[in-house]
């Protein structure tokens, strides 16, 4: 079964984030697929702190990006939108330079409630952080 709706491909995706933090830092969707969305990132000036490594909270809005943009696009066709409850993030290995790779999937996809969990690596594919975030899914007023 597919998630997402036929609409939501890496071009409509990249194109919601025009003048938005997500263009800022550089981050850019790669691949929808049935059930998973995925964006890279770079590593540079934009993204770390001040020692030369990725910013955790950069992780975080990467993170973030992902889950709730899936969260919205599984609702897409319907008369509802998600917002954000709650994120934690592991760090769990340092980036220096490159890009790393933020993949989402669904954990809990409920009536009221979502819980999505991203996974980002390194070009090694080495894990780099886990997080998961919970959103709310509410009602569109007319």
Request: charged share 20%; hydrophobic share 40%; proline share 4%.
């Amino acid at each position: 079964m597919n998630l997402f709706p036929p609409e939501v491909t890496v071009d409509t995706l990249n194109k919601l984030s025009v003048r938005t933090m997500v263009e800022y830092i550089g981050i850019e969707f790669t691949e929808v697929g049935t059930n998973f969305i995925r964006a890279r990132m770079p590593v540079d000036h934009r993204t770390q702190q001040p020692y030369g490594l990725l910013h955790g909270g950069a992780s975080v809005v990467l993170a973030e990006t992902l889950g709730s943009v899936a969260a919205h696009c599984s609702v897409l066709n319907e008369d509802k939108y998600c917002v954000g409850l709650e994120i934690n993030a592991n760090h769990i290995r340092s980036v220096k330079s490159g890009f790393v790779t933020g993949t989402t999937r669904p954990i809990h996809i409920g009536k009221r409630t979502q819980v999505w969990e991203i996974l980002i690596t390194n070009e090694q594919e080495e894990l780099v952080c886990i997080s998961r975030i919970t959103l709310a899914v509410l009602d569109k007023k007319p």
